[in-house]
């Protein structure tokens, strides 16, 4: 089970940290990510962290935006969003991968578990 968090409604500039807490099984060696859906739009990937340092992605449109890292005594991945701006908002979901294989940039395919999603609202 995936349970997601942190999400609310902004104003241009600020700054969310969302979290998603697994449970429920054994995560620990699977990569977790975020993904996106903003209305009217498809699901994106955001970024993703794996089971050991180094294993840390965010897409490239949102580098220096959002940081992605893991707390694995918590079994929490978490997102950083800095400097919001208003095409942010989506609702944001994490997920836990369906194989224990790192990689930079995962699909909707890859994933396995999803949780509920959390809003993010970013006003201009």
């Known amino acids: 089970q995936l349970q997601a968090s942190g999400g609310g409604m902004v104003q241009t500039g600020a700054s969310l940290r969302l979290s998603c807490v697994a449970s429920?099984?054994?995560?620990?060696?699977?990569?977790m990510a975020w993904f996106r859906e903003a209305p009217g739009k498809e699901r994106e990937f955001v970024g993703a962290?794996?089971?050991?340092?180094?294993?840390?992605s965010v897409t490239d449109g949102l580098k220096g935006r959002f940081t992605i890292s893991r707390d694995y005594a918590k079994n929490t991945a978490l997102l950083q969003m800095n400097s919001l701006k208003p095409e942010d908002t989506a609702v944001y979901y994490c997920a836990v991968a369906g194989d224990r294989h790192w990689r930079p940039s995962f699909s909707y395919h890859h994933m396995y578990y999803w949780g509920q999603g959390t809003l993010v609202t970013v006003s201009s």
């Open positions: 429920g099984g054994t995560f620990a060696t699977y990569a």
């Open positions: 962290v794996g089971w050991s340092d180094g294993m840390e």
